[in-house]
């Protein structure tokens, strides 16, 4: 029964235009375009500029000795950056630097 309901949940959301369906990648955003009413017309995916700023900052960090996966996860920990909730890790740093 629950499978049926998430299907027909994303049936609706493809219908009515939505870009995409569930989690996004780190560094986009979903915009609600509403209709007069308030309901949500349908959903755009787009650019989080906040997380663009982290991963622009990670994919032009050049690991060396002094900087590694675990210094630029304590510099992001430090300034309170969170990555969706979350502390960053040395390895989410990594994956986000080997990510093309």
Same mark, same amino acid.
């Given at each position: 029964?629950?499978?049926?309901?998430?299907?027909?949940?994303n &049936?609706? $959301?493809r219908d009515r235009g939505d870009e995409a369906i569930g989690n996004l990648h780190y560094g986009? &955003?979903? $915009?609600?375009i509403t209709n007069q009413?308030?309901?949500v017309h349908h959903?755009?995916?787009?650019?989080?500029n906040e997380e663009q700023d982290i991963i622009d900052t990670i994919r032009?960090?050049?690991f060396t000795d002094r900087t590694t996966y675990q210094t630029l996860a304590d510099r992001?920990?430090?300034q309170n950056k969170l990555k969706r909730g979350r502390r960053w890790s040395k390895d989410m740093v990594k994956a986000m630097a080997q990510r093309r």
């Open positions: 029964m629950l499978g049926h309901r998430v299907k027909l949940a &049936k609706r $959301k986009k &955003k979903y $915009k609600v009413d308030g309901s959903k755009e995916v787009v650019t989080n032009t960090t050049r992001f920990n430090r």
